[in-house]
Nanobody, 124 residues
Framework: QVQLVESGGGLVQAGGSLRLSCAAS????????MGWFRQAPGKEREFVAT????????EYTDSVRGRFTISRDNAKNTVTLQMNSLKPEDTAVYYC?????????????????WGQGTQVTVSS
């Protein structure tokens, strides 16, 4: 069992930055690929970024590549999403998730555990 708790969301102006953190419980955090997803009002949950269990491999959706960076610290059981050059279209609830797939995944259905989400609002 893995419990995930996100933090770091908030309100920021376009062009600004936010850093989301996800704290995981349990001693097996390093056994999970991790991901960030987001869901805007009236839209389906979408993939944002994923990282392998070692942290050496990452993938991003096209709309955030070059602006967002996912990283993890297996010693501290945390995964982070650094978000720069934020745009109003980045406004959403952001979710951290854990998958048993060591390479991570772009598919929400392949994740086993989810956090409760943190709101990110970018004003124009």
């Amino acid at each position: 069992q893995v419990q995930l708790v996100e933090s770091g969301g908030g309100l920021v102006q376009a062009g600004g930055s936010l850093r989301l953190s996800c704290a995981a419980s349990g001693r097996t955090f390093s056994s999970y690929g991790m991901g960030w997803f987001r869901q805007a009002p009236g839209k389906e949950r979408e993939f944002v970024a994923t990282i392998t269990l070692s942290g050496r491999g990452t993938e991003y959706t096209d709309s955030v590549r070059g602006r967002f960076t996912i990283s993890r610290d297996n010693a501290k059981n945390t995964v982070t999403l650094q978000m720069n050059s934020l745009k109003p279209e980045d406004t959403a609830v952001y979710y951290c998730a854990a998958t048993r797939k060591m390479w991570g995944s772009r598919t929400a259905g392949e994740y086993d555990y989810w956090g409760q989400g943190t709101q990110v609002t970018v004003s124009s």
